[in-house]
């Protein structure tokens, strides 16, 4: 289980879950060759709007917690060239009052989009936006992504 915040590395048999996405967004990281999976749940999208430096939780925002996640699976196995990614979220469940009509689940998706690009991590497959959560799992073995939408029937990346 990967909670808020939260990042998770699993190999077959485990599998990696996240429960109720509404805005945050779950990343997957993996090796389809060597079956090494990284999963990191996204509540926020930039650490710049944080705490002062030190006291906030990397995991918590997309751009560093990325960074962290990309470490993470290689240190444990993975190849940087082999890295791909899927990801679900980012629904408009909470607007925001930042003189726009932007919501965090945008702002989520666009900056994970935004980080996999810099790190040059080819993405395989999304489901992001709407206005319905969602729950996924992650299996390192086949490397599927399962999608299940509060209201609609579950989708597979």
């Known amino acids: 289980m990967v909670n808020i915040a939260q990042m998770r590395i699993a190999r077959p048999p485990d599998q990696l879950y996240a429960l109720g996405l509404g805005s945050c967004i779950g990343v997957v990281l993996y090796d ?15 650490s710049e709007d944080a705490l002062p430096a030190g006291q906030e939780h990397r995991t918590k925002f997309a751009d560093p917690g990325l960074l962290d996640l990309r470490e993470a699976v290689i240190r444990n196995g993975a190849l940087p060239g082999n890295l791909r990614a899927k990801m679900a979220g980012g629904a408009e469940v909470l607007a925001v009052s930042n003189g726009t009509e932007d919501s965090i689940g945008r702002r989520n998706a666009v900056e994970c989009l935004r980080m996999l690009d810099q790190m040059k991590i080819p993405i395989d497959g999304k489901d992001l936006g709407g206005k319905v959560g969602r729950s996924i ?21």
């Open 137 to 157: 799992r992650f299996d390192p073995e086949n490397n599927v992504l399962h999608v299940k939408k509060i209201i609609g029937e579950e989708r597979k990346l």
């Open 32 to 46: 389809p060759q060597r079956k090494i999976a990284g999963m990191l749940h996204v509540l926020l999208p930039a």
